[in-house]
């Protein structure tokens, strides 16, 4: 490539803003192939895959995409979780007031998920978040799910009161049975305890389930 036609130099001479799709990707990956210039393969990327679904492939299926390797793929999953993390530090929820708060709050956290990632958001008496913590990953099951470790790290953080959560990877956010038999279990145990579970909110695509909208509480 000449040195006009080089996206980096263009970005340097005319501004990131004027570059094209094919151009800033060309800047991530840095090179391309003996057949294809790194212009060239970034082109085809966008083309066979689209620029939007990038983000939702694992670490395997990007070292699949003719070109990209062990290097590029870490590079392609850390620009994207650095979007991520910017994205959410944009729209930082510091307080909960309803359910919509905790899908903002969590919404970019659980976009690319392909699994359900079960949460608990930590307040204290004013509804200001303490913290958020990780409890397990995978279809929830009363079984594995013990109140243990949910109110642990509750106790653990002088939080006054919990919100459950999770994520549906299919978009929709209407919760199973057994969603509903664990909540009312956390809840029972959580009255007990002191710790008052105020909500459990399940985070689809664009929606958002509540136990609390939906005239569950107990």
């Avoid at 998920?113 to 279809?139: A, D």
């Avoid at 956010?173 to 509903?180: K, T, V």
Wanted: proline share 3%.
């Amino acid at each position: 490539m000449n040195s006009d036609s080089r996206p980096r130099e263009r970005l340097v001479k005319f501004g990131v803003e004027t570059l094209s799709d094919a151009e800033l990707l060309a800047i991530i990956l840095r090179t391309g192939t003996i057949k294809e210039n790194v212009i060239e393969m970034s082109n085809r990327i966008i083309n066979e895959f689209g620029l939007n679904k990038l983000a939702d492939y694992s670490l395997k299926e990007l070292q699949e995409i003719k070109g990209i390797g062990l290097g590029k793929a870490c590079q392609l999953l850390a620009i994207n979780e650095l979007n991520k993390r910017v994205n959410s530090l944009k729209n930082k929820v510091t307080k909960i007031s309803t359910a919509q708060d905790v899908f903002n709050f969590f919404k970019d956290k659980f976009k690319d998920e392909k699994q359900e990632n079960f949460y608990i958001l930590m307040l204290n008496p004013r509804n200001h978040i303490i913290k958020e913590e990780f409890i397990t990953k995978g279809v929830l099951d009363a079984a594995i799910i013990h109140p243990r470790e949910i109110f642990k790290p509750a106790i653990k953080n002088s939080a006054s009161k919990i919100i459950l959560v999770h994520n549906h990877p299919s978009g929709d956010s209407n919760p199973s049975p057994e969603d509903l038999d664990i909540t009312e279990q956390i809840i029972e145990v959580g009255n007990k305890i002191g710790i008052k579970v105020i909500d459990h909110v399940i985070v689809g695509k664009d929606e958002w389930w509540s136990w609390i909208e939906r005239g569950l509480t107990r």
